[in-house]
């Protein structure tokens, strides 16, 4: 799989990227598992809803779509700063459709995610950093 060419497409047609990964998912049962896949998909699910007007039915559920797949991405692992992003970001969408309460519990998943996307970072850079002493 060429995922820099699945980069482009999801940064430059979201929709078709959206597409192709979903279709890539029904075919291959391991997709679905595929971390790589699941937060590109999170990502295209993101950038098309944000294409729409806010008041877009389609918007809101492109929205919580992404946040699943990009749920499903971090559960399988942990240390994938994308996945962690993703999450966070689609997180922090999801509650623009939410009442207080929601926005509030959704608020310390929300916090979770950055703390941890910050971790990643910083133990990625330590280990870059170790590499050269």
């Known amino acids: ?13 979201p929709e078709k990227a959206y597409e192709k990964i979903k279709q ?8 679905k598992e595929n971390v790589e896949l699941l937060w590109r998909l999170a990502k295209a699910c993101f950038l098309w809803g944000n294409s729409m007007q806010k008041k877009n039915p389609k918007r809101k ?3 919580f ?3 699943t ?6 559960s399988l692992d942990e ?20 009442g207080p309460k929601e926005r509030a519990e959704q608020g ?5 995610a950055v703390a941890k996307s910050e971790e990643v970072t910083l133990k990625k850079s330590r280990n870059s950093m170790d590499g050269r002493i």
Request: avoid cysteine; charge should be negative.
């Open 1 to 13: 799989m060429d995922f820099a060419k699945l980069d482009k497409l999801v940064d430059s047609e």
């Open 108 to 112: 310390h998943v929300f916090k979770e």
């Open 65 to 67: 779509e992404g946040r």
């Open 79 to 98: 240390n994938s700063f994308e996945a962690l992003r993703w999450t966070a970001v689609l997180v922090g969408s999801a509650t623009d459709f939410m």
């Open 24 to 31: 890539m998912l029904n075919e291959d049962e391991a997709a």
């Open 61 to 63: 559920l492109l929205i």
């Open 69 to 74: 797949y990009a749920q499903s991405a971090y």
